[in-house]
Nanobody, 119 residues
Framework: QVQLTESGGGLVQTGGSLRLACANSGRFYSSHVINWFRQGPGKTPEYVAAIRWSNGRAYSADVVKERFTISRDRGENTVYLQMNNLKPEDTGVYYC????????????RGQGTQVTVSS
């Protein structure tokens, strides 16, 4: 069973960095894809990045490529999202989601963590 908890959000200035964590108190399986999505104020949810639990292959949306890096720690059962050079448009609630496809909503998600980037 998957139970996800996000952490690491906060308030930063433009150009700053944050590292988000998605901890699973249950178990990830080799078939799992862990996606990060975000939802800005008044916006629909947007895919940000994904990683395959089996081999750690990472993917990211064009809008965050070169700035955000997704990784996993098998020992800690946790997926990370390193966010650098943050911009005000990166503001939103970030949540992780477990499924089997890249960029698609899955079957379990966390409550989210708020990221606010001030200009």
């Amino acid at each position: 069973q998957v139970q996800l908890t996000e952490s690491g959000g906060g308030l930063v200035q433009t150009g700053g960095s944050l590292r988000l964590a998605c901890a699973n108190s249950g178990r990830f399986y080799s078939s799992h894809v862990i996606n990060w999505f975000r939802q800005g104020p008044g916006k629909t949810p947007e895919y940000v990045a994904a990683i395959r639990w089996s081999n750690g292959r990472a993917y990211s949306a064009d809008v965050v490529k070169e700035r955000f890096t997704i990784s996993r720690d098998r020992g800690e059962n946790t997926v990370y999202l390193q966010m650098n050079n943050l911009k005000p448009e990166d503001t939103g609630v970030y949540y992780c989601d477990v499924g089997i496809n890249i960029g698609e909503r899955g079957f379990s998600r966390g409550q989210g963590t708020q990221v606010t980037v001030s200009s």
